[in-house]
T-cell receptor, first 113, second 112 residues
Framework: KAGVTQTPRYLIKTRGQQVTLSCSPI?????VSWYQQTPGQGLQFLFE???????NKGNFPGRFSGRQFSNSRSEMNVSTLELGDSALYLC????????????FGQGTRLTVV | QQQVKQSPQSLIVQKGGISIINCAYE??????FPWYQQFPGKGPALLIA?????SEKKEGRFTISFNKSAKQFSLHIMDSQPGDSATYFC???????????FGGGTRLMVKP
């Protein structure tokens, strides 16, 4: 069974640009959550999607948005990039919503210059 | 507001020793407590998880101890091996969604 696939693995963007990251969950999983990992703030929850609906949202500005498609694949978008957005963005896949096992992808390393 | 506090930040253990990592939480609505292991350049991997209706769960060399009244839980790694050297994160979530609140992480080094 294939794991969680995130693309691309690495990205370099310039301040002010926007970026879209992609996540394909484990087959059959319908919940996708996104996290930001930085050395200073650790792992922070961005949002969760289940059956194409946003279920939870973390404490991030509106520049961070996401969506989920009917095949459960998810994308997150960050607009007007800032230097502080440089981070490892992780996607987690779960079979259902509600305090259950979450399996992480390898992440997308975003560097904003 | 950091709702899950993890200690220590770093830990050095000799091969064959016991590694112990502790976490404390504030939100009594949390009802799922997983531990993740992360190697450099990789995403976190689920190690073991516990729900508050049990006080201990063991899987191989990994054991979670849970103290609901103290709002604390800990990970014990028995017979620690150099291959266990990684960063460990505790986390907690409520039943309303898959929003994990993570501890700050513990960097474990197991010396041969």
């Amino acid at each position: 069974k294939a794991g969680v696939t995130q693309t691309p693995r690495y990205l370099i963007k310039t301040r002010g640009q926007q970026v879209t990251l992609s996540c394909s969950p484990i087959s059959g999983h319908r919940s996708v959550s996104w996290y930001q990992q930085t050395p200073g703030q650790g792992l922070q929850f961005l949002f969760e999607y289940f059956s194409e609906t946003q279920r939870n949202k973390g404490n991030f500005p509106g520049r961070f948005s996401g969506r989920q498609f009917s095949n459960s694949r998810s994308e997150m978008n960050v607009s007007t990039l800032e230097l502080g957005d440089s981070a490892l963005y992780l996607c987690a896949s779960s079979s259902r919503t509600g305090a259950t096992e979450a399996f992480f992808g390898q992440g997308t390393r975003l560097t904003v210059v | 507001q950091q709702q899950v506090k993890q200690s220590p930040q770093s830990l050095i253990v000799q091969k064959g020793g016991i590694s112990i990592i502790n976490c404390a939480y504030e939100n009594t609505a949390f009802d799922y407590f997983p531990w993740y292991q992360q190697f450099p350049g990789k995403g976190p991997a689920l190690l073991i998880a516990i729900r508050p209706d049990v006080s201990e769960k063991k899987e191989g060399r990994f054991t979670i101890s849970f103290n609901k009244s103290a709002k604390q839980f800990s990970l014990h790694i028995m017979d620690s091996q150099p291959g266990d050297s990684a960063t460990y994160f505790c986390a907690a979530s409520k039943n309303a969604g898959n929003m994990l609140t993570f501890g700050g992480g513990t960097r474990l080094m197991v010396k041969p």
